[in-house]
T-cell receptor, first 113, second 114 residues
Framework: KNQVEQSPQSLIILEGKNCTLQCNYTVSPFSNLRWYKQDTGRGPVSLTIMTFSENTKSNGRYTATLDADTKQSSLHITASQLSDSASYICVVSESGGSYIPTFGRGTSLIVHP | ETGVTQTPRHLVMGMTNKKSLKCEQHLGHNAMYWYKQSAKKPLELMFVYSLEERVENNSVPSRFSPECPNSSHLFLHLHTLQPEDSALYLC?????????????FGEGSRLTVL
């Protein structure tokens, strides 16, 4: 069964600090991995997408990495801001067939001033 | 504005009521989806429509009934729901079916069943 596990479940950091969120998956065969940001009471918004051949992708202060061999991904946030407070969801899609994505439970990030 | 609009944003209903959730996408996409998001659980896929044809029904109870009259509109009709159906219901669209493309989500409809 395809699974996506995220850690930590929640994280509290001070404004300006960096943090790294983890995602481990068992989805196979692999197609792509996305990170979504979901603000409280809003829908998820895509931050990055990576395919098998990519191991780093940046979007402003967000940098995602992918190790397809160990089936791990991380999302690094640099110089955090209050607006980074949100849930970050890792989503992995399998190739072939319907590409149905598997969602992680998300990491809840709170940035304090 | 996300390009995917959901109404109502909040809904409270009794177990004997009948209500509907509406989703409209302004992106010219061909596929639309309903997802359920419960606290501390991953998003659960409910239904997928591609070019107005239902292509996925993920073992959803019959008290949830989807309708896709055209490629821009998607409804979720609700009747005789249970308290455990209380959740955030998210609509999404993508350029093509098969999930290969990015999912664009609406803001969600927060449903409370009393």
């Amino acid at each position: 069964k395809n699974q996506v596990e995220q850690s930590p479940q929640s994280l509290i950091i001070l404004e300006g600090k960096n943090c790294t969120l983890q995602c481990n998956y068992t989805v196979s065969p692999f197609s792509n991995l996305r990170w979504y940001k979901q603000d409280t009471g809003r829908g998820p918004v895509s931050l990055t997408i990576m395919t098998f051949s990519e191991n780093t992708k940046s979007n402003g202060r967000y940098t995602a990495t992918l190790d397809a061999d160990t089936k791990q991904s991380s999302l690094h946030i640099t110089a955090s801001q209050l607006s980074d407070s949100a849930s970050y969801i890792c989503v992995v899609s399998e190739s072939g067939g319907s590409y149905i994505p598997t969602f992680g439970r998300g990491t809840s990030l709170i940035v304090h001033p | 504005e996300t390009g995917v609009t959901q109404t109502p944003r909040h809904l409270v209903m009794g177990m004997t009521n009948k209500k509907s959730l509406k989703c409209e996408q302004h992106l010219g996409h061909n596929a639309m989806y309903w997802y359920k998001q419960s606290a501390k659980k991953p998003l659960e896929l409910m239904f997928v429509y591609s070019l107005e044809e239902r292509v996925e029904n993920n073992s959803v109870p019959s008290r949830f009934s989807p309708e896709c009259p055209n490629s821009s509109h998607l409804f979720l009709h609700l009747h005789t729901l249970q308290p455990e159906d209380s959740a955030l219901y998210l609509c999404a669209s993508s350029p093509t079916s098969g999930f290969a493309g990015e999912l664009f989500f609406g803001e969600g409809s927060r449903l409370t069943v009393l």
